[in-house]
């Protein structure tokens, strides 16, 4: 579980320091050619650049995600006692509900 949140947390900083770190670097003209660009240009540039460099990020962590092994996890086995309970429950609940409304139309 450490390891999902720490790829989690991981992938939200890269998320927020990415673009914002182009966009630095469009604006005080830390990239080579930038000076070149007219302040419009540099704009858009730096723009596409940041929405690319944030979906790489997704896609990166999407990716290590299907690669995490499924078999690793289990589910906590009070909340799948308790899960049961409730699904058998609402089925015996509906079972008497769906009994009643067949006595009231016969009658």
């Given amino acids: ?10 992938a939200s900083m890269l998320m927020w320091i990415s673009p914002i770190a182009i966009l630095y670097g469009f604006n005080h003209n830390l990239f080579p050619g930038s000076i070149q660009l007219s302040p419009y240009s540099a704009t858009l540039w730096s723009g596409f650049l940041a929405v690319i460099s944030v979906n790489m990020v997704i896609a990166f962590y999407i990716c290590m995600a299907m690669k995490e092994p499924s078999d690793k996890h289990e589910p906590d086995p009070a909340f799948l006692a308790e899960a049961k309970a409730s699904v058998s ?10 009994s009643s409304q067949s006595r009231e139309k016969e009658e």
Avoid: N, R, W
């Fill in 1 to 10: 579980m450490a390891g999902v949140i720490q790829k989690f947390f991981i």
């Fill in 89 to 98: 429950q609402s089925t015996t609940s509906d079972e008497i509900d769906g």
